[in-house]
């Protein structure tokens, strides 16, 4: 190609007579219209010269609309000019890819997007010294991949952006903060009582409840803000241009009431609540992760506070998270450390005043933090699962230790609803009885209504197979549940361990023997044992006396002993032989 066209022209190839324009070796290449309309695409030949040799009915109709009609021996710089006078994108932009393909005089391809199209154009060096283009329109291409891509940034279920896109606008308002120093925040938002609803009224019903959800939260924000779903029932609120900490604070009570209030969904009444976790930028962090971590520790704090309710990020927030990542690692090694033991609490028959069997009570002794309390570290394991692994061992110690005792003497454990979902707590206590030797009668399992809240069909079946086997069942902390007495219909318990606060109520409230006189009576009447825990004073052990109950359990009679002491305390107290 020539000088001119190579720096795209000059006036000389303009004013040249086209009888002295020739290009060596264009007769080589396809100048039959009627050979080259039969191509799908568009095709234009230039000579080496820099004119149009030729070209096809769809490059005719592709370059339709430009300021010169396309012509046999038009200058291919006016073409140029044309073409990039009627681009939507930057006229340099077009000359620049234009021109870095003629530079290197080899083979290119480039897109140039006008008001009704866009041409994919490719260029390519001819053996006669030209070039020869080919022209695409990609214009559905172009929208259906447009369309594609903002799919791919959109929640289906709802047609809210998707962590993709939140990323994306979070990047942006974190840009414009360093720029211009506009703070914005990041509301978390996780729905409280959704899965029961999922569970129960099924997916369907659950998806309709996050559609109006999502419109609720939508109703909440002004149009410079994002609501986005990044998880089942997980939404976040990128609240953008704040002045004030107090606007942040009012959106995010507005999200707890509103979501809050009363669905109606396919003629079923459904009631579900949201927590709140709030981290601000920048105060709360400069970078996308860290703000999503700093409003997952705020909302993890507002989880722990009772749900239902909102949470700012504070400091302190982190280094608990730290400590609580900490125990959980040294927990998932205690066990194959051996570092959990078990200590228990002797429980007294009133009747013949002896001791008659005791409660297995998990205790964690640290390699550096030394004994670590159940209420410390026994939540974290039902939260992530290691409660069952745990539950599964203090039964089968239990079971050993007890074999120790007189035979008179039973050990009661405790056992968490998760450990019902297992479906493998029958198995475990058969297999513990069996490897200990102890009978089954001699050993006591410890539940609370939480246990017969989730899935109570399916949790009664297990408790008749533990009464099949000969274990004895007891309904732990009674009288704190709204349907305790409804449970004791509906299973025979062996044993109803009365909860402490009712002991220690006996000596503040005027209510208080009344309430241990109704359950004692009511024990009695169904023909279960009746336990009064926490007893600590000789006047306690004397009214509970009074009001019926069987036995006892507290420290007036000992605390939680070790495993080893078990026996030497049995012989100084008494106990069944």
């Known amino acids: 190609m020539s000088a001119d066209l190579h720096h795209l022209g000059t006036a000389r190839l303009m004013k040249m007579p086209p009888a002295t324009r020739t290009d ?68 340099r932009e077009v000359f620049r890819s234009l021109r870095q393909a003629l530079d290197r005089r080899a083979s290119a391809a480039f897109e140039v997007t006008r008001q009704d199209r866009t041409l994919h154009i490719e260029l390519h060096r001819s053996d006669a010294g030209g070039w020869v283009a080919t022209l695409e329109d990609v214009s559905a291409r172009k929208a259906s991949e447009a369309r594609a891509d903002a799919m791919a940034r959109l929640d289906p279920l709802t047609s809210l952006p998707n962590r993709l896109l939140l990323r994306e606008r979070l990047d942006e308002a974190l840009a414009r903060l360093q720029r211009t120093g506009e703070a914005c925040a990041l509301l978390l938002i996780d729905l409280d009582r959704f899965k029961p609803v999922n569970d129960t009224l099924g997916h369907p019903i659950g998806d309709a409840l996050l559609a109006k959800v999502a419109d609720r939260l939508r109703s909440t924000v002004r149009p410079t803000d994002t609501v986005a779903r990044i998880g089942g029932d997980e939404f976040v609120i990128l609240q953008t241009g704040i002045r004030e900490a107090a606007h942040t604070q009012a959106l995010a009570r507005r999200l707890v009431d509103l979501i809050g209030r009363t669905y109606m969904v396919e003629g079923h009444l459904l009631t579900i609540g949201a927590s709140v976790g709030v981290a601000f930028a920048p105060a709360d962090g400069t970078s996308a992760d860290k703000l999503l971590k700093n409003a997952d520790l705020a909302l993890y704090r507002a989880k722990l506070d009772g749900r239902g309710t909102y949470r700012f990020f504070e400091p302190e927030m982190d280094a608990r998270m730290q400590a609580r990542r900490r125990l959980e690692l040294d927990m998932r090694q205690a066990l194959a450390r051996r570092e959990f033991q078990l200590h228990y609490q002797p429980q007294l028959q009133l009747d013949e005043d002896r001791l008659i069997g005791c409660e297995a009570l998990i205790r964690w002794k640290h390699p550096e933090r030394g004994m670590i309390s159940p209420l410390d570290f026994i939540p974290l394991a039902e939260e992530i699962g290691l409660i069952v692994p745990i539950g599964e061992w203090v039964v089968r110690q239990a079971c050993r230790d007890a074999m120790t005792w007189p035979a008179g003497m039973s050990v009661a454990v405790n056992v968490s609803p998760a450990q019902f979902k297992s479906d493998r707590l029958v198995e475990t206590i058969i297999s513990a009885l069996a490897s200990s030797g102890l009978a089954a009668r001699r050993l006591e399992v410890e539940i609370t209504e939480g ?10 079946q297990t408790l008749h197979r533990l009464r099949e086997l000969g274990v004895r069942v007891s309904m732990d902390d009674f009288g704190t549940g709204y349907s305790s007495l409804s449970y004791l219909r509906s299973f025979p318990f062996d044993k109803i361990k009365i909860d402490r606060s009712f002991v220690k109520d006996l000596t503040g409230k005027p209510d208080g023997d009344a309430i241990i ?33 069987t036995d006892v359990q507290g420290y007036l009679i000992s605390r939680p002993i070790p495993a080893d002491d078990v026996l030497a305390f049995l012989k100084t107290y008494g106990s069944p032989t």
């Open 451 to 460: 246990v017969l809240l989730e899935e109570s069909e399916k949790t009664l």
């Open 517 to 549: 006189r109704a359950i004692a009576g009511l024990g009695k009447s169904l023909g279960m044992t009746t336990v009064a825990e926490g007893v600590e004073t000789p006047e306690q052990m004397q009214r509970i006396r009074d009001e019926g109950c």
């Open 24 to 91: 060596p070796g264009a007769a080589s290449l396809l100048t039959q219209r009627h050979d080259l309309d039969v191509i799908r695409h568009g095709l234009l030949t230039i000579g080496a010269s820099g004119y149009v040799v030729a070209f096809n009915a769809p490059a005719e109709r592709l370059l339709a609309g430009l300021d010169v009609a396309l012509a046999v021996d038009l200058p291919a710089i006016r073409l140029v000019r044309s073409l990039c006078a009627r681009t939507v994108q930057p006229r």
